[in-house]
C-alpha cells in the first residue's frame, strides 16, 4: 500500500523516469522473447547443406537409376544451386515429394526450396514465391488402350480417369471436361490402378506419359489418345518474404542457364532440344556479357 502511495505521489520528473525504465525493460524482454527472424540464406549457409525438395518418380525431371541415384534435369537444377551458393554440387540433401505434399513440406520449414515440376499459377504465388521459370512443361495428356474411341477432351465426360493428386490441371479437367478423377500420390500406383482397370486413361503431364507409352508392354497396348489443353511454365518454390535466398536462387539459375547446364542436361535426359530452354539460355548468355 505504502508504494502504491509512493508511486501516485511521486514527483513528474521520477514518475517520467520511472515509465522510461520500463518501457526500455520491456521492450529488452521483447526482444529476448520474440527472436528477429534469420534470413534464410544466411540459415542455409551456416548449415552449409542446401535441402530441395524433389521428384524420384518422374523421369525426366528427376528419377531412380538404375544405379540406385537419383538423376534428371532438376537434380542438376538443384545441384548447380547448391554449387553456387556453398561451393559444392555435394552440398546438398534431396528430399522426395509427390505434387500434393511439396508445398506444404516447404511451409513446414522441411525444405529450403522445391525443384519438383512445380508449375506457375496465381493461387499457388499466393502461398510461396516462385523462382525464375525454367521449362515449357507440356500439360495434361490422355493416355487410353488402343482401342479407345476417345479422340477429344470433350469427350471424358462423366469417365474416370486416372492421375496424381495435386496436379495444376486436375480442376480443369473435372470443372471443364466433367471427368471423374482416381487421384494417386505416385506414379507408380496410378499406373497399376490403370492395367487393372480402375480408369479408362490416364490424364497426366505429357512428358511421363510420352516415355511410359514407348516403353515395352506399353507400346503394343496403349497410345495417347488426346493431346495436351496447354502449357505452363515450371518453376522452384522458396517460401514468402525470403528475399535474399530467392535472388541468390534466381542469380544460380541464370547462371545456370548462361552456361548451358540446362541445354546439355535436356541432352543427356533425352528431353529433346526445346525451343523454350534454347531461348532462356541465349537470354541469359545476353546479360551475363
Known sequence: MVTAVTRVNAPKSRRKWQL???VSLACAIGATAIPAKADQLEKVKERGKLVVGIKTDYPPFGYLGADGQVKGFEIDIAKFVAKELLGSADAIELVPVVASNRIELLNAGRIDAIFATLGTNPDRAK???FTHEYYQMEGMVLLTSKDSAITAW???KGKK??????????RTLTEKFGAETVLFAGTAEMFKAFQDNRCEGIAFDGPILNMKVAEDGWKD???IAVGAFAFNPIAGGVRKGEVAFLEAVNKAITDAEAK?????SEKTFN???SE???KRAEEAKAKAN
Open 127 to 129: 502461398i510461396i514465391d
Open 276 to 278: 523454350y530452354v534454347a
Open 154 to 156: 470433350e469427350e471424358v
Open 20 to 22: 522510461a525504465s520500463l
Open 271 to 273: 528431353m529433346g532440344a
Open 260 to 264: 548451358g547446364v540446362l541445354v546439355a
Open 221 to 223: 497396348k496403349y497410345k
Open 161 to 170: 480417369l486416372c492421375g496424381i493428386q495435386g496436379n495444376l490441371y486436375n
